[in-house]
């Protein structure tokens, strides 16, 4: 693999690894907890043959990097998933579709095509790999091999978002699917515990956005319609099609789980861009939603223009909805940038105490260099340090058992995957998540470098061995 300089995303630990690799016996620096078996997964982009001029973060075919733990004992694995996108770039040595930020002119490649490279979430004893413009990509754990698009047995007719909603206490999963073109411009779905998609709703939007997370508490279903439009109109203008419209407020629609679009109710709020949520729950006859805000967004602090990096820069905020008033209430929670917000997801819909967030550099690209522990009964946080040039990305909260925990909401560990630039090798973090400020419990050494990614999940042991197909 040619890696060309020049682009941030093709350079340092952003750029792309050769070698698909299964090691055991990894070397661990401290000691793995003895109950602490099962399997971190994380997703990232791994391009086979990016472009200079236009590649972007978010273009990469999907690679799987896993770290599996058994009585102390890692073993890493790492996988591309082998989309038909993917299948058709291998066969044909070259790239066979456009970036993210290639203009639309004739003699380009396709537009781009889906590359399962965002998170990966395990539902009705499925692996599912996710794209939000597309179906999921099922996965063989433990080895990572991917089997199949997935569709529910042709039940899914809409795209599937990179963050669905599983709710402990009932086992749903919800997931939407939206459109920029076709309408309706968004759909909702629910999947039943044992992993039947039971309904597929349209809710109506005026155009399309991009909506890359939503929410759920006990018995809603929230939905972000922000400002980030995409007009053909503009396009034919010469203009970009996906913009920021900062005059146009942010919307978001509150609606029963099991209901459609009739039962809807939407609320405004100034104009800002949310990436990702980190949880929503119900107080009284408010729906309160936690997320990281920015106060508009150009999607080019994310490819390396360093000049448009501040609307980029994403901060703890909470909304506060009177389903009885209408009144919208919305506060900051903090004014360090972070973002990939994360809480125990046993309690996921309900209210947590506990939040985490990894805190941004201002840098013109991404980069992590800490982990952020919100203890929100008490409005205050502490701060995992990861150390001189040791960047990382999510923390995945691990609680210490599959079941709700007497030891209490924070009762378990934060992983996280880190780079340390100077040393040039990849780790994998376990943290007391009741303590987060010390040391790590342990520090796995990873056998090739892992570069920055996106989303994970961790399936317990007792789970890598029940897959349906």
Request: proline share 7%; net charge negative; hydrophobic share 40%.
């Amino acid at each position: 693999m040619v890696v060309l300089a020049g682009n941030p995303y093709l350079e340092g630990n952003f750029a792309p690894v050769d070698l698909e690799l299964t090691v055991d016996n990894l070397q661990v620096i401290g000691e793995i907890p003895p109950d602490l078996n099962g399997m971190l997964i994380r997703n990232g982009p791994n391009p086979l043959f990016p472009s200079q001029a236009w590649y972007h973060w978010f273009d990469g075919h999907g690679m799987l990097h896993g770290v599996e733990i058994s009585n102390g004992k890692a073993k890493y694995c790492n996988r591309y998933i082998q989309t038909e996108g993917w299948k058709s770039e291998k066969a044909a040595g070259r790239a066979m579709s456009s970036g993210f930020l290639a203009p639309p002119q004739q003699g380009n490649p396709s537009p781009p095509v889906n590359t399962a490279n965002t998170a990966v979430v395990w539902h009705g004893d499925r692996l599912l790999a996710l794209w939000e413009g597309g179906e999921p990509y099922q996965i063989e754990v433990s080895e990572l091999k991917t089997v199949s698009p997935y569709t529910y047995g042709g039940d899914l007719k809409s795209a599937f978002t990179a963050h669905p909603k599983v709710d402990f206490a009932t086992g749903e999963m919800m997931f939407f699917g939206y459109s920029w073109v076709d309408l309706p411009y968004l759909q909702y779905s629910v999947v039943s515990h044992e992993g039947k998609l039971l309904r597929t709703v349209p809710i109506d939007l005026p155009v399309g956005v991009m909506m890359h997370d939503f929410a759920i508490t006990a018995h809603y279903t929230i939905f972000m319609n922000l400002p980030l439009t995409f007009r053909l109109e503009r396009a034919q203008q010469g203009k970009p099609p996906l913009l920021f419209e900062k005059d146009i407020p942010s919307r978001f629609g509150i609606l029963p789980r099991h209901r459609d679009n009739s039962s809807i109710r939407w609320f405004e709020a100034p104009a800002c861009y949310i990436a990702h949520t980190l949880n929503a729950y119900e107080d009284g006859d408010e729906v309160v939603l936690i997320a990281c805000r920015m106060p508009s967004t150009t999607m080019l602090g994310l490819a390396g223009r360093a000049q448009e990096i501040h609307s980029d820069l994403a901060f703890l905020h909470k909304w506060r909805f009177n389903l009885k008033t209408g009144a919208v209430i919305e506060e900051p929670l903090d004014d360090i940038p972070s973002e990939f917000p994360r809480v125990n997801e046993q309690y996921l819909g309900r209210n947590t105490r506990y939040g985490y967030t990894s805190r941004l550099t201002p840098n013109s690209v991404p980069l992590f260099d800490g982990l952020i522990k919100y203890d929100f009964a008490t409005n205050s946080s502490q701060i995992h340090e990861l150390g001189q040039g040791r960047y990382g990305g999510e923390g995945v909260f691990v609680p210490r058992t599959p079941h709700i925990s007497q030891g209490g909401e924070d009762d378990g560990w934060l992983l996280t995957f880190v780079y340390d630039e100077v040393a040039k090798i990849s780790e994998l973090l376990i943290l007391n998540a009741k303590e987060i400020v010390v040391e790590p419990v342990a520090r796995i050494i990873l056998p090739q470098r892992v570069p920055y990614g996106f989303h994970g999940t961790w399936i317990e042991q007792t789970n890598l061995k029940s897959v349906a197909i």
